[in-house]
């Protein structure tokens, strides 16, 4: 069992910057592939990067790339926002893939979620 909480969400205005961080409990963390989803009202949840078990290989969304960066330490898995537009509003959520070999990009593969944090990006 993995439990997840997300914090560093907030108010921004557009042009600025958060670092969400994910922080873990449970044993086994580092064996599990993690990704950050959002969701924005009225939107289906979307993947936004991903980050491999031992944080050599990542992936991010095309709407995010070159600003957004995931890592990760021994406990906790983190979100560096930067370029904040309005777009990105949305609840943030923290995921761990339970589903070996499967493709990253689909929150099917997540089986366990935090209980998300809002970001709002004020224009």
């Known amino acids: 069992q993995v439990q997840l909480v997300e914090s560093g969400g907030g108010l921004v205005q557009a042009g600025g910057s958060l670092r969400l961080s994910c922080t873990t409990s449970?044993?086994?963390?580092?064996?599990?592939?993690m990704g950050w989803f959002r969701q924005g009202p009225g939107k289906e949840r979307e993947i936004v990067a991903a980050?491999?078990?031992?944080?050599?290989n990542t992936y991010y969304a095309d709407s995010v790339e070159g600003r957004f960066t995931i890592s990760r330490d021994t406990a906790k898995v983190y979100l560096q926002m930067n370029g904040l537009k309005p777009e990105d509003s949305a609840v943030y959520y923290c995921?761990?893939?339970?589903?070996?070999?499967?493709?990253?990009?689909?929150?099917?593969?997540?089986?366990?979620w935090g209980q998300g944090t809002q970001v709002t990006v004020s224009s």
């Open positions: 449970g044993r086994s963390f580092s064996a599990y592939t």
């Open positions: 995921a761990a893939k339970t589903t070996y070999g499967a493709d990253w990009t689909q929150k099917a593969n997540y089986g366990y």
């Open positions: 980050i491999n078990r031992s944080g050599g």
